[in-house]
């Protein structure tokens, strides 16, 4: 019995990152760039209910990432996801009842992100050579991959977020891979 509940955590993983991958490349017009809109993000809120989808969103970001502009994006970008999914858990455990809680669960990925990505995003820009013009573009850059992060997390995550719970589908999931 405990292995068939690894065996389904692992699968719900892999399809989370199947998704996730599919997602950001088939809406790859608005998925990489300095400004960007990855409508897969909205998954990032996962990690608040299931923390093993951590992993799929990991997995998921390294496939999605090898079309982005940028190179380094294959390893800072899953990072990013790792950084952000482990605070979105801990944050959880506040309680997954909690509104508040669920307001302040989708503010890891748009933080995280706008850091890690916005810097190399920067990095792709300028280059390390002058650190005030560096500075500058990161915080431009971070700015900017934010806004996206902010506007798919809170118009998206945040309603999947609190609907999630009262669904069948939530129901249904939790049973699965209990």
Same mark, same amino acid.
């Given at each position: 019995?405990? #292995?068939?509940?690894?065996?389904?955590?692992?699968?719900?993983?892999? %399809?989370?990152?199947?998704?996730?991958?599919?997602?950001?490349?088939?809406?790859?017009?608005?998925?990489?760039?300095?400004?960007?809109?990855?409508?897969?993000?909205?998954?990032?809120?996962?990690? +608040?209910? +299931?923390?093993?989808?951590?992993?799929?969103?990991? %997995?998921?970001?390294?496939?999605? #990432?090898?079309?982005?502009?940028?190179?380094?994006?294959?390893?800072?970008?899953?990072?990013?996801?790792?950084?952000?999914?482990?605070?979105?858990?801990?944050?959880?455990?506040?309680?997954?009842?909690?509104?508040?809680?669920?307001?302040?669960?989708?503010?890891?990925?748009?933080?995280? #992100?706008?850091?890690?990505?916005?810097?190399?995003?920067?990095?792709?820009?300028?280059?390390?050579?002058?650190?005030?013009?560096?500075?500058?573009?990161?915080? *431009?850059?971070?700015?900017?991959?934010? +806004?996206?992060?902010?506007?798919?997390?809170?118009?998206? $995550?945040?309603? *999947?977020?609190?609907?999630?719970?009262?669904? #069948?589908?939530? $129901?249904?999931?939790?049973?699965?891979?209990?």
């Amino acid at each position: 019995m405990k #292995n068939s509940n690894k065996i389904r955590k692992i699968a719900f993983a892999g %399809v989370i990152g199947a998704l996730y991958a599919a997602l950001t490349m088939s809406l790859g017009f608005i998925s990489y760039g300095p400004i960007q809109f990855r409508i897969a993000e909205a998954m990032t809120i996962l990690p +608040f209910f +299931f923390p093993f989808s951590i992993l799929g969103l990991f %997995v998921g970001c390294i496939i999605a #990432n090898l079309m982005s502009p940028y190179p380094l994006d294959i390893v800072v970008g899953p990072i990013a996801s790792l950084i952000a999914g482990v605070c979105t858990i801990q944050i959880s455990k506040l309680g997954r009842d909690k509104v508040w809680v669920k307001v302040w669960g989708c503010f890891p990925p748009v933080i995280v #992100n706008a850091v890690l990505i916005g810097a190399m995003i920067a990095f792709y820009m300028v280059g390390f050579s002058d650190l005030r013009v560096f500075l500058t573009a990161m915080v *431009v850059s971070g700015l900017q991959v934010g +806004f996206g992060q902010l506007v798919i997390l809170y118009a998206i $995550g945040l309603p *999947v977020m609190i609907y999630l719970p009262k669904s #069948n589908v939530y $129901g249904r999931l939790s049973e699965y891979v209990g």
